[in-house]
Structures are given as C-alpha cells and as structure tokens.
C-alpha cells in the first residue's frame, strides 16, 4: 500500500480541482481517496505538498520502433539495433508523461512484455503488431523497380507492415497479429502523406476487406484502427465500423456527422507535421515534404474543428518518428493554440482511454483504475505549458513525478 497525502487531484472529466486530500493505492490501482490526513501508518507515505495531480496521458499514435529517418530504411535494420534505439525513446515518452502508448504499427509483444516486467522502463504498450497494407499500399516500401512478391511471412525485419491482397489473406493476416498479441488491428485504407508511390487521395482496400477486418477485431473483442488522410477513405472506413480514423486531414462535416452517429473517434496528428515543417530542411527532407507539411498541419486543424463541430471525440496523438521523437509534447502545444487546456487534457486522457476500450481503468484518479499519475507544479488548466516547455533537464517543466502502476519511475 501507498498514501499520497496533501495533493489535489485535477478531475479532468470536468476540469474541476479537489481540496487537498489522500490517494490510497494497492496492488497498482488506485484504492480509495479520502479527506486529507497525516498518517501514522506503516504504509509508504508521500506528502506531496498540496501539489496537483492529474492522470497519466496517453499518446494513441506512436511508432516506438520507427527510430530511422524514413519507414523504408527502418525496415532494413535489424531489429537488435531497433531496439536498442527504441529504449531511450520508451523512457522518455515516460520522462514526459505519457503513462501509456498505442502503438500504430512495428512494436511487438516482447517489447511489450519488457516494458510491463520492468526490464525496459516506458510506458506501458498497446501494440498492433504489423500494420495491415495491400500491394501498393501506404507500408508497402517496396521501390518501384522492386518486383519481389513475398509471403506474409518474408516481411523485412524492420517493416513496420505486412502485405495482404483480398479477403482470405487480410483475415489470416490478422488472425497472425492477433496470434502474437497484437491489442488491436491497424490497417492503411489511404495514402500517405509523403509516399512516391500511393498518392494521400487514394482510397485503399475494398469494402469487403475493411469490413472483413473489422468482423475479425469484432470476433476478438477489439477494434480497427484506420490510416486515412482523404474524407472517400475516411468514409468508406467508417462505413465498415472502424472504430479509430487516425490523421483524417481531409474531413468533410457530412463524413464527421456519421463518424458522430457510428460511434468512431478521430485522432488527428499534428505534431508529425509540424515536425517536417520546422525541421525537414535541417533533415534534409525532399522540399515536397516539408511544403506538404504545411497544407496538412492547417488541414489537421480544420479537422479538429469540423470533428468537434459534429459531435465526434478527439483523441491525442502525435505520430512522430525517426529524428523527430523528442517532439511529442509538441502535439500539446499545438493544440493549445486553439484547444482550451480542459479539450486537450481530455483529448490526452479520458478520451483516449475510451477510444481504446479501456474506460475506467486508464485517464482517470478514481477508485479501481490504474495507479497512473503526474504529479505536477503548477495546474495545467491555468497554464498548459506545464507539460510541454522544458525544464533544466529537458523535460516538461510542470511535471514533478510520474507515476505508473503505482510506482514512482521518473
């Protein structure tokens, strides 16, 4: 057991603050929240002060093995050296806190399950295995001199997707994923944002596959998420049931009306593009990227807006990779300029939390969810900046302690 005396918890459901008062944690999980007290216990104590606290945030797109410059190069290396790239990023996405990941294509159950033993210290991984792409897809790295067709199984160790054509592969495609763990199932139904080959308009699989994979996540007790830049793709997703459109830059308010009605949640991804913008050049990103970056990053802000508009819940992701990793609290900044704190907070936690299935156990202080929390020194409803401008140690300068599984870890 574990008391947390003299903190106000920050309800981010409602954005309101408590009087100062004590966090009893068991076995991980929050237990009980009382009037404040002084103990005499032999439990472990922490008086923290009168500090608030607020719930660990969750990034609902990342890539933690998408550590070299471009997808087509990551899938070349060994995954010896991917992980041992992956590590430092897993610590720090911790160090930031972001208490919890879902990983959109690449991680796997072994860096999963080395997280969750403590073996590697991060934030614990919801992960989808390979992504799912069709020939010619938006994962699908192959040059376009490159006419090797391989099985599923002859993925590069690096990949962060598979290849599948037509209904029989894509299910047992993912019957494999599920196989190895994965917690949900990833597919590409559009173009890429930066891809030679399949242009960000395309809409990509049938409607019978995407329906198809979202009966197999059904039978699983899970859900898709879908890649989708276009609103044809997004639409055409939607219709299927997948439940999470990741990017949807190109939104249009009838598409977001019934992503309102289906239930679907929209997880824009702003900071990956601002990224390219700021920092393509001194990347030496192809000039195209970095002026495509621009449209879309105004084209995630509308999405946002007609996705509110419409009733649909905003989810937090950042998606950046490669160079870029140490811009993630970057997303926060990004949508505080015209989000209010409680929206982004929200976006972070609750809401993501939801989208993943996992309402109740994640985003919230509230007895019998998970002992997830930040401990912070100043109220992020007054200035948000808290969890994004730096420290004196590079990290978010409002966040004191992070908590995960009822541990303190950074």
Same mark, same amino acid.
Request: proline fraction near 5%; aromatic fraction near 6%.
């Given at each position: 057991?574990?008391?947390?005396?003299?903190?106000?918890?920050?309800?981010?459901?409602?954005?309101?603050?408590?009087?100062e008062?004590?966090?009893?944690?068991?076995?991980?999980?929050?237990?009980?929240?009382?009037?404040?007290?002084?103990?005499?216990?032999?439990?472990?104590?922490?008086?923290?002060?009168?500090?608030?606290?607020?719930?660990?945030?969750?990034?609902?797109?990342?890539?933690?093995?998408?550590?070299?410059?471009?997808?087509?190069?990551?899938?070349?290396?060994?995954?010896?050296?991917?992980?041992a790239?992956?590590?430092?990023?897993?610590?720090?996405?911790?160090?930031?806190?972001?208490t919890?990941?879902?990983?959109?294509?690449?991680?796997?159950?072994?860096?999963?399950?080395a997280?969750?033993?403590?073996l590697?210290?991060?934030?614990?991984?919801?992960?989808?295995?390979?992504a799912?792409?069709?020939?010619?897809?938006?994962?699908?790295?192959?040059?376009?001199?490159?006419?090797?067709?391989?099985?599923?199984?002859?993925?590069?160790?690096?990949?962060?997707?598979? /290849?599948?054509? $037509?209904?029989?592969?894509?299910?047992?495609?993912i =019957?494999d994923?599920?196989r *190895? %763990? @994965?917690?949900?199932?990833?597919?590409?139904?559009?173009?890429?944002?930066?891809?030679?080959?399949?242009?960000?308009?395309?809409?990509?699989?049938?409607?019978?596959?995407?329906?198809?994979?979202?009966?197999?996540?059904?039978?699983?007790?899970?859900?898709?998420?879908?890649?989708?830049?276009?609103?044809?793709?997004?639409?055409?997703?939607?219709?299927?049931?997948?439940r999470? /459109?990741e990017? $949807?830059?190109?939104i249009?308010?009838?598409?977001? =009306?019934?992503?309102?009605? *289906? %239930? @679907?949640?929209?997880?824009?991804?702003?900071?990956?593009?601002?990224?390219?913008?700021?920092?393509?050049?001194?990347?030496?990103?192809?000039?195209?990227?970095?002026?495509?970056?621009?449209?879309?990053l105004?084209?995630?802000?509308?999405?946002?807006?007609?996705?509110?508009?419409?009733?649909?819940?905003?989810?937090?992701?950042?998606?950046?990779?490669?160079?870029?990793?140490?811009?993630?609290?970057?997303?926060?900044?990004?949508?505080?300029?015209f989000?209010?704190?409680?929206?982004?907070?929200?976006?972070?936690?609750?809401?993501?939390?939801?989208?993943?299935?996992?309402?109740?156990?994640?985003?919230?202080i509230?007895?019998?969810?998970i002992?997830?929390?930040?401990?912070?020194?100043?109220?992020?409803?007054?200035?948000?900046?808290?969890?994004?401008?730096?420290?004196?140690?590079?990290?978010?300068?409002?966040?004191?302690?992070?908590?995960?599984?009822?541990?303190?870890?950074a």
């Open positions: 057991m574990m008391i947390l005396e003299n903190c106000r918890i920050l309800d981010v459901s409602d954005s309101s603050l408590s009087d008062i004590s966090i009893i944690i068991e076995d991980g999980r929050f237990s009980r929240i009382e009037s404040n007290r002084n103990s005499n216990t032999t439990s472990d104590v922490v008086d923290l002060g009168g500090r608030v606290v607020m719930p660990g945030m969750i990034d609902a797109h990342v890539h933690v093995v998408g550590v070299a410059k471009t997808f087509s190069e990551n899938q070349n290396w060994p995954m010896s050296l991917i992980t790239k992956a590590i430092p990023i897993l610590e720090n996405m911790l160090r930031r806190g972001f919890t990941v879902r990983d959109a294509g690449g991680a796997d159950w072994g860096l999963a399950r997280v969750e033993s403590g590697v210290t991060g934030p614990r991984i919801f992960f989808s295995g390979k799912i792409t069709q020939t010619g897809g938006h994962a699908d790295m192959r040059s376009l001199t490159d006419s090797f067709v391989g099985c599923h199984c002859c993925q590069l160790p690096g990949s962060l997707g598979r /290849i599948v054509d $037509g209904v029989p592969e894509l299910r047992r495609a =019957r994923e599920f *190895k %763990g @994965a917690t949900q199932i990833k597919l590409f139904a559009s173009g890429g944002a930066f891809s030679s080959h399949d242009p960000i308009t395309n809409a990509q699989f049938s409607m019978e596959e995407l329906t198809a994979a979202v009966e197999e996540a059904f039978i699983a007790r899970t859900y898709v998420m879908a890649h989708a830049f276009p609103d044809i793709a997004i639409d055409r997703a939607v219709r299927a049931g997948i999470s /459109i990017h $949807g830059c190109y249009t308010p009838d598409t977001a =009306r019934r992503m309102a009605d *289906k %239930g @679907a949640f929209l997880v824009p991804t702003l900071a990956v593009f601002d990224a390219y913008k700021e920092e393509g050049e001194a990347q030496h990103y192809p000039q195209g990227t970095i002026d495509r970056s621009t449209e879309l105004d084209r995630s802000r509308d999405a946002i807006a007609i996705g509110q508009d419409a009733g649909v819940p905003i989810c937090f992701g950042s998606d950046v990779t490669g160079p870029f990793h140490g811009r993630q609290s970057r997303e926060i900044f990004l949508r505080s300029e989000m209010s704190p409680s929206e982004v907070l929200r976006s972070a936690t609750v809401t993501n939390a939801e989208m993943m299935m996992l309402a109740g156990d994640l985003g919230v509230t007895p019998g969810a002992a997830d929390l930040l401990v912070l020194n100043t109220n992020p409803l007054d200035d948000i900046s808290c969890l994004y401008a730096p420290g004196e140690d590079g990290y978010p300068r409002g966040i004191d302690m992070v908590m995960k599984d009822g541990r303190f870890i």
